[in-house]
């Protein structure tokens, strides 16, 4: 055998080795993309029940968010409304309610006058407190 040959030889088996190699590349190359074509499909078959029932619990969030909104614009008027009717009740009846108050301050005022008066010198001027006698505040001049 010449060089040639002998060259020729080990170019056909390393091309053999090469093409070998290739086509148990080619194998797990075709083994891996049925694998991934059945991981798709099964991913395919779960997410779209996944895909319905999310889209299922966004509309019903959707509804129950506009409920909340109902309920406080509701409590909202309701607020404002209650804001109205307690100033108006404040407007109507507080001035009033504060006269009759005075009044009713200045008649008890006048009555434990006219009592005070009556009372004997020595009451007058001395007060029990929890079980002690002390003597009375001074309220500017008293006449007496």
């Known amino acids: 055998m010449t060089g040639g040959e ?30 991934t ?4 499909a099964d991913v395919t078959e779960q997410a779209v029940p996944l895909l319905a029932d999310a889209s299922a619990t966004v509309r019903s969030a959707q509804t129950q968010l506009d409920r909340v909104d109902a309920i406080a614009s509701d409590v909202q008027e309701v607020t404002s409304n209650a804001s109205a009717l307690s100033t ?12 009759v108050a005075a009044f009713g301050y200045g008649v008890r005022r006048a009555l ?9 010198a020595d009451q007058r001027t001395r007060r029990t407190v929890v079980g002690r006698t002390v003597p009375a505040a001074r309220r500017g001049r008293q006449k007496g």
């Open 6 to 35: 002998v060259a020729g030889i080990l170019v056909a088996v390393f091309w053999a080795i090469l093409v070998s190699f290739l086509a148990v590349v080619l194998v797990r190359l075709a083994q891996t993309l049925k694998a």
């Open 112 to 120: 434990s006058r006219d009592k005070a008066a009556d009372a004997p």
């Open 88 to 99: 108006t009740v404040a407007s109507t009846f507080g001035g009033p309610l504060v006269k």
């Open 37 to 40: 074509t059945k991981l798709v």
